[in-house]
């Protein structure tokens, strides 16, 4: 399990070069601006290039997860499927070839021949980045490659990833919006019981180097498993109790909006961008709870950030499930799981989830919330 919490972090760390190169190098930043205007065929190639960065760092990720365990090859899903239509029409299957030339003229054919920016990009995918330091001392579980999953986001809240927006983040505070929200997210399940074990969160644009290096990240990773619940985010210290603070969407719905205005004073009800940032201000005590009362997240969102939730105590519950239960207390039955879809539901959709969530560290919260909700959705 180290071995593979190690792959995790360089991976992510990997993708998270990736997601800065394509805004530092001109050419690809170009492409990943440029303004929506003429004919459709430019309009598509626009688009195209935005969800190719994604594809190009989940297949990155599937490619040496799956080298160095072939067990789980079969079993690494993502958000973006790898299949992509160019702008001329033509379907190519995105993949990291095993030389850097191969897969540079590979997305040239996705990059309608601008040979600049597939270089650019393949020698991001092949370039070994420096090692991530994480102490695994302790992390001793015997658990096999053969029996977990995995669920990537290669960038959560790519809107914010597109517009850019460079934010001095305070420390110890939320920042609504920004670069600082967009995410990559690689979270690991047990493949029997569909719970989140294993997540690795990095930030690729935390702050700008002072000495002028461009941006620089963070990474967060956590393991949750028979009894050992390590995390590299530390628990909270027991403080005084300074009310519940609490972190939604500014598209939520009004009447949980009204709800939650009822329960926290008003610098405590806050707004964020982004699934998994929303998740990472919960992990980092910044808010108690994060509640969605819509199925627009889904397993890539959640899976990482749920299973360093667990590693402090908390975790991420189906809402409206956890509604309808009776009972109080830690019950791990409305816990999101990882391994089943929704059949009833057809493409992403059924891996969505549809219930809603409520993410929480501590279970009292999780409570209040629950209490006070009840019978308004
Ligand atoms: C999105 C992204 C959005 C979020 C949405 C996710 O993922 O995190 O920001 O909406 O739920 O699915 P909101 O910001 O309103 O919470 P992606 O950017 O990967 O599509
Ligand atoms: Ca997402
Ligand atoms: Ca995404």
């Not at 920016?117 to 393949?122: D, H, P």
């Not at 201000?281 to 910044?286: F, S």
């Not at 975790?315 to 059949?343: C, F, N, W």
Request: charged share 25%; glycine share 10%.
């Amino acid at each position: 399990m180290a071995d593979l919490l190690r792959l995790l972090l360089k991976v992510a760390e990997k993708a998270a070069n990736v997601a800065r190169v394509c805004r530092q190098e001109a050419p690809l930043f170009q492409l990943l601006v440029q303004e929506k205007t003429g004919d459709d065929k430019n309009k598509k190639f626009v688009q195209d290039f935005k969800t190719l960065a994604d594809v190009v760092i989940q297949e990155m990720i599937r490619h040496d997860v799956g080298a160095q365990f072939p067990d789980m090859a079969e079993f690494i899903h993502g958000e973006e499927s790898n299949k992509f239509e160019n702008g001329l029409g033509e379907s190519v299957i995105v993949t990291v070839c095993s030389t850097e030339e191969e897969t540079a003229a590979l997305l040239a054919t996705v990059l309608d021949g601008d040979h600049t920016a597939a270089s650019l990009l393949a020698k991001a995918i092949h370039q070994d980045p420096a090692t991530v330091e994480a102490n695994t001392d302790g992390l001793t579980v015997s658990l096999s490659p053969s029996e977990l999953g995995i669920w990537i986001d290669p960038i959560d809240a790519t809107s914010q990833y597109i517009q850019g927006r460079e934010k001095e983040l305070e420390e110890g505070r939320l920042s609504p919006s920004g670069l600082h929200c967009a995410l990559v997210l690689i979270g690991v399940y047990l493949r029997s019981t569909g719970e989140p074990i294993m997540g690795v969160i990095n930030q690729p644009f935390h702050h700008k180097d002072p000495a002028g290096g461009g941006w620089k990240g963070r990474h967060f990773w956590g393991v949750s498993w028979d009894g050992i619940n390590i995390c590299s985010v530390s628990q909270p210290k027991d403080g005084e109790d300074r009310g519940l603070s609490v972190v939604l969407s500014s598209s939520e719905k009004q009447v949980v909006k009204g709800v939650l205005a009822l329960l926290c004073s008003s610098d405590k009800l806050m707004y964020a961008s982004g699934a998994g940032y929303k998740i990472l201000c919960v992990i980092e005590g910044l808010a108690d709870v994060y509640i969605l009362s819509e199925g627009s997240t889904f397993k890539w969102d959640s899976c990482a950030p749920h299973a360093l939730l667990r590693a402090l105590g908390g975790g991420v519950v189906d809402l409206t499930k956890r509604l309808q239960m009776t009972s109080e207390g830690q019950d791990h039955t409305a816990e999101l799981t990882y391994h089943e879809p929704d059949i009833e539901c057809k493409g992403a959709d059924r891996w969505a989830n549809r219930g809603g969530l409520v993410a929480y560290r501590d279970c009292s919260k999780l409570n209040t919330v629950i209490a006070a909700l009840k019978g308004k959705l």
